[in-house]
């Protein structure tokens, strides 16, 4: 059973970057893909970034595209998000998804295990 718990959110300036991480406490992530989904206050949810099991294929959200990169780590269980040139739209709850019944996938709905999330702002 995949157990998700994202940290590294926080307060950050326009510009800065920051790093979530996406830890499985059941130990089985390996074989799973994985995402990241954000959703700001008042919005749905949007997915952010996507991560084969391998790692080997990735996928992303126009709007993050050249600043974010996810990466794994399957000998820690883990998923991250580098955010770079971070912007005040990217203020969030980024929540960590994952799925073993599925292809990589960009629609949040197709994601059945989620973290609690952690929260991103951005201050301008």
């Known amino acids: 059973q995949v157990q998700l718990v994202e940290s590294g959110g926080g307060l950050v300036q326009a510009g800065g970057s920051l790093r979530l991480s996406c830890i499985d406490g059941g130990r089985t992530f390996s074989s799973y893909v994985a995402g990241w989904v954000r959703q700001a206050p008042g919005k749905e949810r949007e997915f952010v970034a996507g991560?084969?099991?391998?790692?080997?294929?990735?996928t992303y959200a126009d709007s993050v595209k050249g600043r974010f990169t996810i990466s794994r780590d399957n000998a820690k269980n883990t998923v991250y998000l580098q955010m770079n040139v971070l912007k005040p739209e990217d203020t969030a709850v980024y929540y960590c998804?994952?799925?073993?019944?599925?292809?990589?996938?960009?629609?949040?709905?197709?994601?059945?295990?989620w973290g609690r999330g952690t929260p991103v702002t951005v201050s301008s």
């Open positions: 998804a994952a799925s073993n019944t599925i292809a990589l996938s960009s629609v949040p709905e197709r994601y059945d295990t």
């Open positions: 991560i084969t099991w391998t790692g080997a294929v990735t």
